[in-house]
């Protein structure tokens, strides 16, 4: 049986018809992510300075022999109460002797009657250390108009053989020796109020070995 061509034509029309529908009704496609607004990060909070001031600090590193003075050394920072370090570095460096090179002797003279050759002198090596006086503090704020005040000092210096207690006035190889003092402590303290916050007795020269400290308000 032969369908009439008219027959065919109105199928095809009626398939496409239907195809276009379904094409019209596929749902939109998915947002791509990577196509969205950026995100924009949110502004950073700036730290609160209003609470925040500067201390004078005053440090005194002075030495007794006795109940008499010998050296004082004066030091002054300005530390700020937000925790931020201020320091002081100051010295020099100090060659100290490590070892003695002999050379070899000279050779005996070729000749008779010839004056031997000068034995060369000894040669000397040397490495360097530093001396002197660091510093570090640091304050932050308390209640009541009061300041926690850290501070760390560490001073190192050189004196002979002759200078100590234990020698017995004898003088001994004349080489340098070097001491160091060194102290950590956490003070409370006020505006204008100092302290006395370590004392320490040196074992070979006896000295005794203060540091003070004052703060002042700068305004």
Request: aromatic share 6%; charged share 20%.
């Amino acid at each position: 049986m032969k369908i009439p061509f008219r027959v065919l034509v109105a199928a095809l029309c009626l398939s496409v018809i239907v195809v276009g529908k379904a094409w019209a009704q596929e749902p939109d496609p998915a947002p791509n992510p990577a196509a969205r607004a950026p995100v924009v990060a949110p502004p950073a909070v700036r730290p609160d300075f209003s609470g925040v001031v500067a201390l004078k600090v005053s440090i005194v590193l002075a030495r007794y022999q006795g109940e008499r003075r010998i050296s004082s050394f004066p030091y002054d920072l300005t530390v700020r109460t937000d925790g931020k370090n201020a320091s002081i570095r100051m010295g020099a460096r100090v060659p100290l002797p490590n070892a003695n090179f002999v050379p070899a002797p000279p050779a005996p003279p070729a000749k008779p009657g010839e004056q031997p050759a000068k034995t060369p002198p000894p040669l000397q090596s040397f490495s360097f250390r530093d001396v002197g006086t660091n510093i570090d503090c640091t304050a932050t704020n308390l209640d009541a108009g009061r300041y926690a005040v850290t501070v760390t000092i560490e001073d190192t210096s050189v004196f002979t053989a002759a200078d100590s207690l234990n020698t017995g006035g004898q003088r001994g190889s004349g080489l340098p020796t070097l001491r160091t003092f060194r102290t950590t402590n956490a003070l409370v303290l006020r505006d204008g109020q100092s302290t006395e916050f370590t004392a320490a007795s040196d074992k070979i020269s006896g000295e005794v070995t203060k540091a003070e400290v004052r703060i002042s308000l700068i305004k």
